[in-house]
Every structure is written in structure tokens, then in C-alpha cells.
Antibody, heavy 120, light 107 residues
Framework: QVQLVQSGAEVKKPGASVKVSCKASGHTFNDYYIHWVRQAPGQGLEWVGWIRPKNGGTFYAQNFQGRVTMTRDASISTDYMELWGLRSDDTAVYYC?????????????WGQGTLVTVSS | ETVMTQSPATLSVSPGERVTLSCRAS??????LAWYQQKSGQAPRLLIY???TRATGVPARFSGSGSGTDFTLTISSLQSEDFAVYYC?????????FGGGTKVEIK
């Protein structure tokens, strides 16, 4: 079955960077977009951006442009999201999610989430 | 940016009741709207896309309707496993945006 398995929780200091991974299995890696969505504690969902299959093109929400990079390594079926210049309000659970089976903007499978805590 | 507003913020209901959740967009999103369910401590789960198409494996008691700016998610007879937070998401314009969520809790 389709699985997206994310890397473990991280604790970072303000100004540092974090890189979260998302390993896919159970589907053809290059057939699907990967979206990243975050959720601050007790808050709603916020879309961060996506990475396209095959050519690895990216599109980021304006709120994150200049601070985020999404990459992928097809040889190990893994996507990455790196966020730098961390601030306390970046503390959140970061989810990767698959899209593209029907509509490239609709996410039908999600990772378990990675908690990133930013604290001095 | 298209702002999505959900109402009510919290809904207290009893099992077996019919539930209607609302989602309004600040501008037309056509039918480019999805609904997700999120249980406590879990990742979101896709329920509905294209405003009214159920995702694979979603029970028939979940239905979506609407177009343009006003959308509804209906649960025909609430089951115990349906207590959760429900989010709408528009994918008509960039960036993709979510509503603030409606929490369905036990009355």
C-alpha cells in the first residue's frame, strides 16, 4: 500500500535550518507531486509548496519564498523540505502529502508528520 | 489570496444526527474544492474533491455540494469515528488555502 514515512522530530534554535525527509513506497515515485503542509500547535493547515515529479520543478507559497527549498532523490524515492532562518512561529508539524492521481492539487495520501520545534 | 471561512468553528452533535458544515470562499473557486478530515494526533485524510466527489474508501454518508463561493459537507448520520476536525481547501488559485476548520465534537 502507499506509504509516506517522514523523518523524526527536530529541535532547532532560532536562525538555524531544518531538513525534513519523506520516503515514499507503494507507488511509482515519479508519477506523483509531493506537497508540504504545516500545522502550528492547535492551529489549522497551511500550504507550504510542492515539487513536481520527473523534473523536480517547485512552487512555493509566497510566505515561504526565499526560506524554503524542496528537492527529491528519485534513486531512494525520497523528497526533502529544507526551511532556514527558523523562527519560533515556524514551530509546527510538517506533513508531506502525495498528489496527482486525479488532480495535482488534491492530496490523497499523507505522511505521519514531523514536529519541528524552534526554541532558544 | 483566496480566504476560506468555515462555520461554525465547533459543532456539538450526538451520534446518528445529520451534520452540515459550511465553507465560504472570498472569491469564486468554481468547483475546485476539497474536504479533509483530521482526527486528533493524525494526519489529514482526503474525503471529497471537485466539491462533491468522494475519495476512495470514503463512506457514502459523507457528501459534498456547492460551487463558486459556497460549499457544504454533509454527514448524513454521524458515527462515533466521525468526531474530528474538518477542513475545506480551495485549489482554484495560488496559493492553495485551507479554511480554519470545524471541530465536530460529542454532545
Amino acid at each position: 500500500q502507499v506509504q509516506l514515512v517522514q523523518s523524526g522530530a527536530e529541535v532547532k534554535k532560532p536562525g538555524a535550518s531544518v531538513k525534513v525527509s519523506c520516503k515514499a513506497s507503494g507507488h511509482t515515485f515519479n508519477d506523483y507531486y509531493i506537497h508540504w503542509v504545516r500545522q502550528a500547535p492547535g492551529q489549522g493547515l497551511e500550504w507550504v509548496g510542492w515539487i513536481r515529479p520527473k523534473n523536480g520543478g517547485t512552487f512555493y507559497a509566497q510566505n515561504f519564498q526565499g526560506r524554503v527549498t524542496m528537492t527529491r532523490d528519485a534513486s531512494i524515492s525520497t523528497d526533502y523540505m529544507e526551511l532556514w532562518g527558523l523562527r519560533s512561529d515556524d514551530t509546527a508539524v510538517y506533513y508531506c502529502a502525495r498528489a496527482g492521481g486525479v488532480i495535482i492539487e488534491v492530496c490523497d495520501h499523507w505522511g505521519q508528520g514531523t514536529l519541528v520545534t524552534v526554541s532558544s | 489570496e483566496t480566504v476560506m471561512t468555515q462555520s461554525p468553528a465547533t459543532l456539538s452533535v450526538s451520534p446518528g444526527e445529520r451534520v452540515t458544515l459550511s465553507c465560504r470562499a472570498s472569491q469564486s473557486v468554481s468547483r475546485n474544492l476539497a474536504w479533509y478530515q483530521q482526527k486528533s494526533g493524525q494526519a489529514p485524510r482526503l474525503l471529497i474533491y471537485i466539491a462533491s466527489t468522494r475519495a476512495t474508501g470514503v463512506p457514502a454518508r459523507f457528501s459534498g455540494s456547492g460551487s463558486g463561493t459556497d460549499f457544504t459537507l454533509t454527514i448524513s448520520s454521524l458515527q462515533s469515528e466521525d468526531f474530528a476536525v474538518y477542513y475545506c481547501k480551495q485549489y482554484h488559485t495560488w496559493p492553495l488555502t485551507f479554511g480554519g476548520g470545524t471541530k465536530v465534537e460529542i454532545k
